[in-house]
């Protein structure tokens, strides 16, 4: 041991790190989902998840990887299906890994399975936000997405949120069949009247094989004109931000203050590990290697993404999981990628250093994307509102720059 950085550098993990942890759980399934959830089944298998997530958790953890913990997402499924456990997922972390005093903990939630109690559990357990699931406050729409609550259900979870103290969260969606710009208009008020300090805003993507995408292939119902959902992506635009909601990622808005510091360590390039069945995680190759994530790694691999088996019982027994080996140009390309979905955008610098100077200069001729600050210490480049609603044409060119 030479010097005290040495004796730091072991007491210190590397570096901070972000955790998803994956609940596999949820009551039925919505008519337009692909996430990976099964029905809630009986105390037992609820349990043997738990467990599993706890030794996953441990397992990073015995390697002091990947690091202190800044922020916590237990997402799923519906975590809240499983009541206090969830809590016990937040427990499982602060045992297995170093999570930061008063760390970043959202906990996701659907509106039938949040009460007062649980709220008060999650509060004291030192949950900081919960993410509910709320999708339109407009029954007939709700039941086209085929989701279980009534939108007097989301509004008395809002509620029980916000009494407990915690920051809500409401998650929305827009280009629904059967919704009129009128009933956008009313779910957008109806979120603003929670108190939520934080709005996600995503457009329905029909993806293959779900029963809603089977039945607007199949004639049985009728889609959504691609420029009316634009009109409702703007419309939440303008409609938030009059209530001081602003926009700080391409779906996502804020009150000051009150953005995801979890979702935003996605934006920015940080490592975030995925706990749990069918979970994702980004890490750089040191970290990978440590780790295990792969046999073999690349020698010009800087970072690795992984995937979990989308299967309880394959992750379980450890089956495989995806790994995907980025060299340091694609790293940087995906870094520039990322920051165009921010408001703030991405600095001029590390566009030159992607090599992405040329391809951001055609997307602003077509005026999807512009740069700011020019003459300035921080000439920036961002996504214009033209730009917000191509989304897939900026990142896709960003990404790929040569197709
Ligand atoms: S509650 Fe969420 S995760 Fe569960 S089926 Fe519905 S959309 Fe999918």
């Known amino acids: 041991m030479s010097s005290i950085e040495d004796i730091a550098g072991l007491l210190e993990p590397a570096f901070p790190a972000h955790l998803y942890v994956h609940v596999p759980f949820c009551r039925m399934k919505c008519s337009y989902c692909d996430f990976y959830s099964v029905p809630i089944g009986n105390k037992d298998q609820i349990d043997v998840v738990l467990r599993g997530i706890d030794a996953e958790l441990r397992q990073w953890g015995a390697l002091r990887l990947p690091g202190v913990v800044e922020t916590l997402y237990v997402g799923g499924g519906t975590p809240t299906v499983i009541g206090p456990g969830a809590l016990q997922v937040v427990d499982s972390v602060r045992n297995g890994m170093p999570l930061r005093a008063g760390a970043d903990i959202t906990v996701e939630a659907n509106p039938d399975s949040v009460t007062g109690e649980l709220m008060y559990v999650f509060a004291m357990g030192g949950v900081t936000r919960v993410s509910l699931g709320v999708q339109s406050f407009d029954e007939k729409v709700i039941g086209v997405l085929g989701r279980v609550h009534t939108p007097e259900e989301a509004v008395s979870?809002?509620?029980?949120?916000?009494?407990?103290?915690?920051?809500?969260?409401?998650?929305?969606?827009?280009?629904?069949?059967?919704?009129?710009?009128?009933?956008?208009?009313?779910?957008?008020?109806?979120?603003?009247?929670?108190?939520?300090?934080?709005?996600?805003?995503?457009?329905?993507?029909?993806?293959?094989?779900?029963?809603?995408?089977?039945?607007?292939?199949?004639?049985?119902?009728?889609?959504?004109?691609?420029?009316?959902?634009?009109?409702?992506?703007?419309?939440?635009?303008?409609?938030?931000?009059?209530?001081?909601?602003?926009?700080?990622?391409?779906?996502?808005?804020?009150?000051?203050?009150?953005?995801?510091?979890?979702?935003?360590?996605?934006?920015?390039?940080?490592?975030?590990?995925?706990?749990?069945?069918?979970?994702?995680?980004?890490?750089?190759?040191?970290?990978?290697?440590?780790?295990?994530?792969?046999?073999?790694?690349?020698?010009?691999?800087?970072?690795?993404?992984?995937?979990?088996?989308?299967?309880?019982?394959?992750?379980?027994?450890?089956?495989?999981?995806?790994?995907?080996?980025?060299?340091?140009?694609?790293?940087?390309?995906?870094?520039?990628?990322?920051?165009?979905?921010?408001?703030?955008?991405?600095?001029?610098?590390?566009?030159?250093?992607?090599?992405?100077?040329?391809?951001?200069?055609?997307?602003?001729?077509?005026?999807?994307?512009?740069?700011?600050?020019?003459?300035?210490?921080?000439?920036?480049?961002?996504?214009?509102?033209?730009?917000?609603l191509l989304g897939n044409e900026v990142f896709g060119r960003v990404w790929s720059p040569d197709e």
Request: contains cysteine.
């Open 157 to 388: 979870a809002a509620e029980t949120i916000v009494a407990a103290g915690m920051d809500l969260s409401v998650d929305l969606m827009c280009g629904i069949p059967g919704q009129s710009l009128e009933s956008w208009r009313e779910t957008l008020d109806a979120a603003i009247g929670t108190g939520a300090a934080h709005v996600s805003v995503y457009p329905l993507t029909l993806e293959e094989g779900t029963p809603l995408e089977v039945a607007v292939s199949t004639g049985l119902v009728e889609p959504v004109d691609p420029d009316a959902a634009a009109d409702m992506m703007m419309l939440a635009e303008d409609v938030l931000a009059a209530a001081g909601i602003e926009r700080y990622e391409v779906a996502n808005y804020a009150r000051p203050g009150h953005e995801s510091l979890h979702n935003l360590a996605y934006w920015t390039g940080d490592h975030y590990i995925g706990i749990g069945p069918a979970a994702h995680g980004m890490v750089d190759a040191a970290t990978a290697r440590s780790a295990g994530l792969a046999e073999a790694l690349a020698e010009d691999t800087v970072r690795v993404r992984f995937g979990n088996a989308p299967d309880i019982d394959e992750w379980l027994f450890g089956g495989r999981r995806t790994v995907e080996q980025l060299t340091a140009a694609e790293a940087m390309r995906e870094d520039v990628m990322l920051g165009l979905r921010l408001v703030r955008g991405v600095d001029a610098t590390a566009v030159a250093a992607a090599g992405l100077d040329a391809t951001l200069e055609d997307l602003a001729r077509l005026e999807l994307v512009e740069r700011v600050g020019e003459g300035g210490p921080h000439a920036r480049w961002r996504t214009t509102a033209k730009g917000w």
